[in-house]
């Protein structure tokens, strides 16, 4: 069974209907229940939304625990604010986070939201844009270097061990987009709209074993 946690923070039913679409016989369940999340054999740890409003939530159901037991112990999807949950800290209400990973959590800085042509560009970032890997990892399966992936995002995680980065991403500055450590795997962007690209990712997962 592969757990999608629902702490009450955005629309988690791409990501269901994503999940079922590459599963096969696997059962894929949204859940509340830090029970549920104990018991599954991997889990996605999506979301959407202001980090303080997403931390404050997930310790209001108490699935704090959970999450960091199936970080520690099983094959683990971060996906958008559940990569930036992973770090230690956010300047977006300047809120600690999970502290998986060494590192905070940045916005943009507007002063560098620039193209090399000179054309400004808006934040948040939010479209497609091309995910470079730094390293190989069986979650890049099937997957071109430089393929394009969908994003909707201020902040951007800033790792303090760079050996934990798996891809990179180019918006006005480079910025870390992909970390990959023994059994986790949290990406910026959303596979769940990516096209082909992220439902090979997402299939990938389902067939992991970290």
């Known amino acids: 069974m592969i757990a999608v946690i629902d702490y009450g923070m955005g629309n988690l039913r791409s990501v269901w209907q994503a999940l079922v679409h590459v599963a096969g016989p696997r059962e894929v369940v949204v859940t509340a229940d830090p029970a ?20 404050r939530e997930l310790d209001a159901r108490g699935l704090r625990p959970a999450v960091l037991d199936a970080a520690e112990n099983k094959p683990f999807l971060g996906i958008c604010i559940g990569l930036q949950m992973l770090f230690e800290q956010s300047e977006e209400g300047h809120v600690p986070g999970l502290g998986i990973f060494a590192g905070r959590v940045r916005r943009f800085p507007a002063d560098r939201m620039v193209t090399p042509e000179g054309v400004r560009l808006k934040v948040p970032h939010m479209g497609w844009n091309e995910v470079t890997r730094t390293r190989p990892h069986a979650l890049w399966k099937g997957i071109d270097d430089g393929a394009r992936f969908y994003f909707v995002h201020s902040y951007y995680v800033d790792p303090q061990d760079r050996a934990c980065v798996a891809a990179t991403t180019g918006y006005g500055i480079p910025f870390t987009s992909v970390v990959a450590r023994d059994n986790i795997f949290a990406i910026q962007c ?12 997402l299939s990938s997962f389902v067939e992991w074993k970290p």
């Open 36 to 55: 549920v999340v104990a018991a599954a054999e991997r889990v996605v740890f999506p979301g959407q939304g202001a980090m303080p409003d997403c931390m």
């Open 190 to 201: 959303h596979p769940e709209k990516s096209a082909r690209a992220g439902l090979a990712l």
